[in-house]
């Protein structure tokens, strides 16, 4: 795990971006895994300016987002079809048929969630998956308690993650109480992961998720168990960490070939 902490989250966004844009330039069909909420936004941002003013080509690429409300139709405001949409695909050139995300209307919600597992190991594993991550540890929406080896399934939302989430919805009664979301074990097997983490009321999670036991009251936490996991933070996510000064120094001191470029 490398922990790099800029002083605001633009600057943190950006970095992350520069990773996205040199594995698709190295390799142009890349599977990228998506997030959805606020801590992608600059990201996704950029990455949109990278192939508008710098010729980034996503064409050939593969995207499979990591969750989706039960009960939204796809053009629903609050759905995270509609999210990507207006946040990020209709700014950059992905193929509409090598675009996934769950159904939040499937009839079959366990069969759905098995032949979402079958489309990523067909297109050959997520290359890089997108995390942001909740104030209590969660990543996609596996919450506190969720398996560390689970799969792509439904969840029941902890009434705090509904809270968090009501300010998408006209009225906090609107949230579903029900998602699909990808596994913690499905996340695992990304090749890389970046987990963005923006704000003082992250700290909290980011400080367990970094420096904590690895434990499912975390979910995050796992990640320290990924071979090639990078944490972008600005410093009010930061503030909890012990080692701020480590991880700051490593940064700085990284050999060129190791760099985004």
């Given at each position: 795990?490398?922990?790099?902490?800029?002083?605001?989250?633009?600057?943190?966004?950006?970095?992350?971006?520069?990773?996205?844009?040199?594995?698709?330039?190295?390799?142009?069909?890349?599977?990228?895994?998506?997030?959805?909420?606020?801590?992608?936004?600059?990201?996704?941002?950029?990455?949109?300016?990278?192939?508008?003013?710098?010729?980034?080509?996503?064409?050939?690429?593969?995207?499979?987002?990591?969750?989706?409300?039960?009960?939204?139709p796809?053009?629903?405001?609050?759905s995270?079809?509609?999210f990507?949409?207006?946040?990020?695909?209709?700014?950059?050139?992905?193929?509409?048929?090598?675009?996934?995300?769950?159904?939040?209307?499937?009839?079959?919600?366990?069969?759905?969630?098995?032949?979402?597992?079958?489309?990523?190991?067909?297109?050959?594993?997520i290359?890089?998956?997108?995390?942001?991550?909740?104030?209590?540890?969660?990543?996609?929406?596996?919450?506190?308690?969720?398996?560390?080896?689970?799969?792509?399934?439904?969840?029941?939302?902890?009434?705090?993650?509904?809270?968090?989430?009501?300010?998408?919805?006209?009225?906090?009664?609107?949230?579903?109480?029900?998602?699909?979301?990808?596994?913690?074990?499905?996340?695992?097997?990304?090749?890389?992961?970046?987990?963005?983490?923006?704000?003082?009321?992250?700290?909290?999670?980011?400080?367990?998720?970094?420096?904590?036991?690895?434990?499912?009251s975390?979910?995050?936490?796992?990640?320290?168990?990924?071979?090639?996991?990078?944490?972008?933070?600005?410093e009010?996510?930061?503030?909890?960490?012990?080692?701020?000064?480590?991880?700051?120094?490593?940064?700085?001191?990284?050999?060129?070939?190791?760099?985004?470029?």
């Amino acid at each position: 795990m490398e922990v790099i902490i800029t002083k605001e989250a633009a600057s943190a966004s950006n970095l992350a971006a520069r990773r996205i844009a040199r594995l698709v330039r190295i390799k142009p069909a890349a599977v990228l895994g998506l997030a959805t909420g606020s801590s992608p936004l600059g990201l996704y941002k950029e990455l949109i300016r990278m192939h508008r003013e710098e010729g980034l080509d996503f064409s050939r690429v593969h995207t499979f987002n990591l969750d989706e409300y039960i009960g939204l139709p796809p053009d629903h405001p609050a759905s995270y079809h509609s999210f990507m949409e207006e946040n990020f695909f209709r700014g950059v050139n992905i193929p509409h048929g090598n675009i996934h995300l769950p159904d939040g209307l499937a009839s079959d919600v366990p069969s759905h969630c098995e032949a979402y597992e079958q489309a990523i190991r067909d297109a050959g594993g997520i290359d890089l998956q997108i995390l942001g991550i909740g104030s209590d540890g969660h990543i996609g929406f596996n919450e506190p308690g969720s398996s560390l080896a689970s799969r792509t399934r439904i969840k029941t939302l902890t009434p705090g993650t509904r809270e968090d989430n009501a300010r998408f919805f006209r009225k906090p009664e609107d949230v579903p109480y029900h998602v699909i979301t990808m596994g913690i074990g499905t996340i695992m097997e990304s090749h890389s992961v970046a987990l963005l983490a923006f704000g003082e009321g992250k700290s909290v999670a980011v400080g367990g998720a970094v420096e904590g036991a690895i434990s499912a009251s975390n979910p995050s936490s796992v990640l320290q168990m990924h071979p090639d996991a990078k944490i972008y933070l600005d410093e009010p996510a930061a503030s909890r960490l012990e080692r701020i000064d480590y991880y700051q120094w490593v940064f700085q001191n990284k050999p060129a070939w190791q760099t985004d470029r």
